[in-house]
């Protein structure tokens, strides 16, 4: 609930002009709820119009994407880059394909983009892009041919002083190397102007890894806060993807079990913890279901549902899957059973109702802005390297990445802790990344 009336009326103000898109609305409310703190600390906010600028995208793109499949038939789907706040440098913010994708989904990524790289330290502006094409089930050949045409309208909106995408929810290494071979034949120029590249043609080392890594080094400063961090502990992911895969490794080499892991069929749970290899292999090369997994290793089970991965017993849960997957029921069945730590690596996995829960039953909670920062802020590094020529070694990229993820733990922990929410890092998070922001528009008067 907003009780601030300045902040009232622009989330009034916002719901009216976008009635049809909820999960924007809901990222809106989430955010302007932890900052009424600030907005009555400081009122030169509402003398600048600082928050319904904010919430207002800066630029917003609809385009066709037609495309021909194998059968010679033509498909038309729609494309968007939302070009959300640029005020910290270029619009950084991954694209996804998926059916659901729509306005709405692509508006409240990009709004939740904005604090996150701000959180990351580097110069980044929040931005956020796809479509609602599917890459599932469809040949290399057809997913070269919508890429090569989504680049080519695409192209027109971005550079890698302007905005540089990356990938996101069936965007991957693939996907990417065929966006940017068409923007380079497009542009006759050779940029940095998608991250996520593969290493052979400007990528970074241990950009693919960052996400699910940076999520565990961020939980295990969470968990060392209170208990020995990763070591020993039970753990459930959602998910099997990019996130979800290297969230799986790092927590194991950090001395966890992961017992389970889903995708959309189902849930596959191993009590003698998932194998990495074997579910790298399974999604990654092969891009399999997860219910494979359960025919190769023999002390496996599968469930043909998502939502019952909740219900298993662990330590620590690691939503890595999609957005609202893990509602007020499973909340309440993950702290019946013991759960220690909750970490969000996913966008907004965790509906407001079950963050609420978590804060009121003193699970620790990381959110997503934070918690799953850890691949913005490697693309960051991406850009920085293809701006100098150069290439940095893995060590020194996951030594950068740790070091990120660890200042983003400790200022959010001290955003909480000087505005009298100790401990709470749903705060503490927007309250840091949203500072920095917030400054930079006052600094630049009325602009945008
Ligand atoms: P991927 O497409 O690689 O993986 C998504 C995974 O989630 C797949 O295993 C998919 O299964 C599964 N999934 C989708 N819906 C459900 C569901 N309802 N229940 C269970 N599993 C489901 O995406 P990423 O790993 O890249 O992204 C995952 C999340 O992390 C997204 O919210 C994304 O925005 C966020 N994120 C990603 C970053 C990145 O660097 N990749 C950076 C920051 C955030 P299936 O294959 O069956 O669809």
Excluded at 180 to 194: C, E, P
Excluded at 325 to 341: M, R, Y
Aim: aromatic share 10%.
């Amino acid at each position: 609930m907003i009780t601030n009336q300045y902040l009232q009326k622009v989330y009034q103000e916002t719901a009216k002009r976008n009635s049809a898109q909820p999960e924007y609305l809901q990222a809106v409310m989430e955010v302007l709820e932890s900052l009424e703190c600030v907005v009555e600390r400081r009122p030169e906010l509402e003398q600048w119009g600082v928050m319904q600028r904010l919430v207002e995208p800066e630029r917003f793109f609809q385009f066709r994407v037609s495309w021909v499949d194998d059968a010679g038939h033509v498909h038309v789907n729609r494309g968007y880059r939302c070009q959300f706040n640029s005020v910290l440098g270029p619009y950084k913010g991954g694209l996804r394909f998926h059916p659901s994708v729509n306005a709405s989904i692509i508006k409240f990524l990009g709004f939740e983009q904005i604090f996150k790289n701000s959180l990351t330290g580097l110069p980044m502006g929040g931005g956020k892009g796809g479509a609602d094409f599917d890459p599932k089930g469809k040949s290399d050949a057809e997913v070269m041919r919508f890429c090569q045409s989504f680049m080519t309208e695409l192209s027109k909106h971005i550079g890698e002083d302007t905005d540089v995408p990356a990938g996101d929810i069936g965007v991957g290494a693939r996907e990417i190397g065929y966006m940017y071979g068409q923007y380079i034949r497009l542009s006759n120029r050779n940029t940095g102007v998608l991250t996520g590249k593969g290493l052979s043609y400007g990528g970074s080392f241990v950009r693919t890894e960052a996400t699910g890594y940076g999520l565990c080094y961020f939980t295990d400063e969470m968990l060392r806060a209170v208990h020995n961090g990763f070591e020993g502990k039970r753990v459930v992911i959602s998910g099997s993807g990019n996130v979800a895969l290297y969230a799986l490794q790092k927590a194991q080499q950090l001395g966890a079990k992961v017992i389970a892991m889903s995708d959309s069929g189902g849930f596959v749970c191993d009590e003698e913890g998932i194998r990495f290899e074997i579910m790298q292999d399974l999604k990654e090369n092969r891009r399999g279901r997860i219910e494979e997994y359960a025919h190769m290793v023999r002390s496996a089970r599968f469930t043909p549902n998502t939502n019952g991965i909740w219900q298993i017993p662990c330590d620590v849960a690691l939503p890595c899957a999609t957005q609202n997957e893990l509602g007020l029921e499973d909340a309440k069945a993950l702290v019946s059973n013991g759960v220690i730590a909750v970490a969000e690596g996913a966008n907004m996995p965790c509906t407001p109702e079950a963050v609420e829960y978590f804060l009121e039953n003193q699970i620790l909670f990381g959110p997503a802005k934070a918690a799953n920062a850890g691949g913005v802020a490697t693309s960051g590094l991406e850009m920085s390297q293809n701006n100098m020529r150069v290439n940095w070694s893995f060590e020194k990229v996951d030594q950068k990445l740790h070091d990120i993820m660890t200042d983003i733990y400790q200022r959010a922990c001290q955003a909480a802790e000087e505005y009298g929410y100790p401990g709470n890092l749903v705060r503490g998070s927007n309250i840091a990344g949203f500072q920095k922001v917030a400054d930079s528009m006052l600094a630049y008067g009325i602009t945008y």
